[in-house]
Every structure is written in C-alpha cells, then in structure tokens.
C-alpha cells in the first residue's frame, strides 16, 4: 500500500479479487504489510453446480503490490458514474470495514465474516486490542452513507 492508500481503498481491492469466488465465510488478517485471507466458498450441487462453476479457494495474500495492481483494475471497472453500486457486494462490504477502523483510527488485526455477521479486531488508538460484531445491515448501511458523502463531494 502507497502512502495515499487507505484501509478503505485497500480493502475494497481486495474485496474485488475475492468477488468472483463467492465466499459464504471469510477470515482476513494483517499481517506485517500484506493480507492474508481464508475462505469458505459456497457448496453447490446439481444443476446449480454446472451453472455457476467455482473458482477453488483455500487462502490467498495480498502484498502492497497486489493491493496497488488492483485498485488500479478496479478504478477502470469503475468508470460508470450514473450505475449505482451493490452495497452488499464484498467489495463494499470490505470498504465499509475499511472506513470503520479509519474512523475508529484502528489498526487492524483480523476480520472474519460468516452469514449476517461480521466480526472486527483491531488495535484501538490506544493501543489496545478491540472487538467489534458487526451486520451486514450495519456495514451496508454505512456504506450508503459513504457513497452519499463522496457523491455530494463530486458535485461540489
């Protein structure tokens, strides 16, 4: 991650290369200057098995390289102002995750994400390790708020 790269901006890059894998449980760690995550991807069968093919996951890592390469992608998929984005997307998901610890001034330890819920760890300004349980709800909501601000920031 540059300097100018944000846990918001970084998050959602990442959030974009695990999009296609369809994880229904993930575990996301900092570690050092990297990202390592681990994943569950949904169980199919039958006729939805040959529909929708899955990529396999196991863990993946993500060095600052990585993280700049994507987001570099990802603006270039992003280039349709007047589409609105899918705020439950993993992409958003993370960004929102992202623009939480930043508020918080946090420092991030760990995400995991099952079902409805998300759960935070991070080192608080304080220094001190700090769990926070999370919604999907929440997290989407948060990034409905975050999209109104950056548009109404774009108009000015």
């Known amino acids: 991650m540059n300097q100018e790269i944000t846990y918001d901006h970084s998050l959602r890059a990442i959030g974009q290369a695990l999009e296609e894998y369809r994880l229904v449980g993930f575990s996301l760690k900092s570690e050092g200057d990297k990202f390592v995550v681990q994943g569950e991807v949904e169980k199919v069968n039958g006729l939805k098995a040959l529909l929708h093919r899955h990529k396999p996951f196991a863990q993946r890592t993500f060095s ?62 304080q220094g001190h390790p700090q769990l926070e349980e999370r919604t999907l709800s929440f997290l989407s909501d948060l990034s409905v708020r975050l999209y109104q601000k950056r548009q109404n920031k774009w108009r000015a």
């Open 64 to 125: 600052r390289h990585d993280i700049d390469q994507l987001d570099y992608q990802g603006r270039a998929k992003r280039k349709a102002p007047d589409r609105l984005p899918d705020f439950r997307s993993m992409p958003n998901v993370l960004r929102a995750i992202g623009a939480f610890l930043e508020m918080n001034e946090g420092r991030l330890l760990e995400v995991c994400g099952h079902g409805q819920n998300v759960v935070i760890l991070f080192k608080n300004k």
